[in-house]
């Protein structure tokens, strides 16, 4: 049975790739170029320091490395297999069929394999393949290291299944939307907690561990059993025959475990996943009185926004990286054995420093809010058309909403870090005014270029954009975050520097013209403190406003027009049997 499944499987995958468009081949050739020269970098450094790297580091930087094998399977591997085991189109009729539940179980787990896993064992083998010829390693090197890596993966891989169904067991079925968001949080602080491990389990630093041969981690765990293996085995020594067989079996008893919760977690947590799709009604009593009011239509369209964000739970998962971003970073700062005070009476360090880094998560959220707004409408994008509204009060509708629960979430953050790191009142009013001009114009641009590429997927709803036009909102924000930003750092920048500014300037290049028109500046700010802060002023207003108005113009334009979405369709309707242009019977 597992023959045919396999042979099918292969069949569609090889008819899907026969009806790509030619967007998406140039799309896998462009990926895959990218893959062999990231690989053939990492094998060259290798090669060249090949015989420099002593022992210890190198089975320092293996142990990591499995870390980050684990890590990413897990980060990138988790939506992808929850997608193999309850989002996949072939379950209803495979499940109807008298095959095992095991046997399909292994068919999907062989197909999340052949995806991010195998190209994670690949970037790992094949550097390590060319360190074992540069040394000249034992032939039993290249089995070992193969088998290690592979055991590595399965792992990483089986963790990712076994969260998938252990937490479907735990989550109603009618919350699918949140098991979602439950699962993506999970990864993410799963691959934290994986990545600062060493230095948990260390009183000194990673870095200072491995530059000074220590070993990164203890003996018992996992990733030092691998290292020791393949170094062992790499001088031809036969003590690495325990530390193999140790990971070995670690991953046969991580795929025994997952398997066993195989006949609970699969079929059953399918069939809970579809039936709860639907939501019951809640009967409204009579008695209960409701007041209304009448808004203008573009207050109006924003807190219709806001209610289709807060109802679905899934919308939330783009503020994300603000996890890895700020609060991770904070707990790591935490961890080395610093504090907080250490950073305290620098405000004219850290004040400019966390002002640049807020923008930078600014210009990763308002663009794609603002874009993902226009998709959001999805199948009834039919009924602004035929509301009594005009595309401008449409285009400020989606646009202060969008715009607004960044910069509430952030001003909130930032507020505080700045209340522990002691900053002024006046640094607060500053930043938080300057930013909420800027990231006006962020949004404004992400709104019309949702306009233009968007795209509505059901059960992903960060997927709400065009490939090409999400590429272009990125390079654009930020184009547009670094020009509206020269007038920001010249106010945010002491005029301390300029002694630093005046020493850069006599050095040739690009750099030293910036360093030259970077001490001109500043020197005016010296001499005409108002006067230039005033200047700087009006023309960051200029910019962000200015372009705002610009954009929301083109997208009120686009909505009186009509907006076209593209959409994703989540199962295949086409019929099992072809009908023949010549209309002869099938039989």
């Known amino acids: 049975m597992m023959k045919v499944l396999l042979r099918n499987q292969l069949s569609i995958f090889l008819n ?82 008298p095959i095992p539940t095991r046997s399909i179980f292994w068919v999907k787990y062989i197909q999340s394999f052949i995806g991010i896993p195998f190209v994670l064992f690949l970037v790992f083998i094949i550097p390590l393949v060319v360190y074992g010829i540069a040394i000249g390693a034992n032939i039993l090197f290249y089995p070992v290291l193969i088998l290690v890596v592979l055991s590595f993966v399965i792992v990483g891989l089986s963790i990712a299944y076994l969260l998938n169904l252990l937490l479907i067991q735990l989550i109603p079925g009618n919350r699918a939307n949140e098991f979602m968001t439950i699962m993506s949080a999970l990864s993410g602080l799963i691959v934290y907690l994986l990545f600062v491990l060493p230095n948990i ?52 008893i991580s795929v025994v475990t997952t398997t066993s919760l195989v006949e609970k977690g699969f079929r059953t947590g399918w069939i809970r996943l579809s039936e709860g799709s639907g939501k019951k009604s809640k009967k409204r009593s009579k008695n209960i009185k409701t007041k209304s009011s009448v808004h203008h239509p573009a207050i109006a369209i924003g807190i219709k926004e806001w209610f289709s964000i807060k109802r679905d739970m899934r919308e939330w998962l783009v503020f994300m990286p603000i996890i890895f971003f700020i609060i991770f970073p904070i707990i790591g700062f935490l961890n080395s054995g610093a504090s ?41 994008i039919w ?78 709803p960060q997927a709400r954009l065009k490939m090409g036009t999400g590429i272009i909102l990125m390079f654009s924000s930020y184009l547009y975050l670094i020009v509206t930003a020269i007038p920001y750092v010249f106010l945010i920048v002491p005029t301390d520097v300029v002694d630093v500014t005046a020493e850069m300037g006599n050095t040739s290049g690009f750099l030293g013209f910036l360093a030259d028109v970077a001490f001109t500046l500043l020197s005016w700010k010296v001499s005409y403190p108002i006067l230039t802060g005033v200047i700087g002023v009006i023309v960051m207003l200029l910019l962000s406003i200015g372009l705002a108005i610009l954009f929301i113009r083109l997208s009120a334009k686009r909505f009186d027009n009509g907006i076209k979405i593209e959409m994703v369709r989540e199962s295949n309707s086409k019929s099992l049997f072809k009908k023949r242009s010549s209309g002869k019977s099938l039989y």
């Open 16 to 97: 899907t790739m026969k009806t790509q468009s030619t967007k998406n081949y140039i799309g896998y050739a462009i990926s895959a170029i990218i893959l062999g020269v990231v690989i053939y970098f990492m094998s060259k450094g290798v090669w060249d320091i090949s015989e420099a790297i002593p022992e210890p580091v190198l089975k320092g930087i293996l142990s990591y490395g499995f870390i980050a094998v684990i890590g990413f399977i897990l980060l990138i591997g988790l939506p992808q297999v929850f997608k193999h085991l309850y989002a996949a189109t072939d379950l209803q009729m495979l499940f109807t069929m």
């Open 340 to 380: 907080l005070s250490d950073l305290q009476g620098f405000n004219e360090i850290s004040w400019p420093i966390a002002q640049g880094a807020l923008l930078f998560v600014y210009a990763i959220f308002n663009g794609t809010m603002a874009a993902s707004s226009v998709a959001r409408e999805g199948s009834s």
């Open 383 to 460: 009924i602004l058309r035929t509301l009594p509204l005009s595309g401008r009060d449409i285009a400020i509708g989606k646009l202060w909403i969008s715009w607004l629960l960044p910069f509430i979430l952030l001003t909130v953050i930032e507020c505080i870090i700045g209340v522990f790191l002691g900053w002024t009142i006046l640094q607060f009013v500053i930043g938080i005014v300057l930013k909420a001009i800027i990231t006006v114009g962020i949004s404004s641009v992400g709104l019309w270029l949702g306009t233009i590429g968007a795209k509505y997927n059901p059960s992903n």
């Open 201 to 252: 389990l260390s009183d000194k630093s990673m870095s200072e561990r491995l530059m000074s041969g220590l070993p990164l981690l203890p003996e018992w765990v996992p990733m030092s059993w691998g290292s020791s293996a393949i170094l062992e085995a790499a001088s031809g020594s036969n003590q690495f025959l325990l530390p193999f067989i140790l990971v070995f079996l670690l991953a046969g």
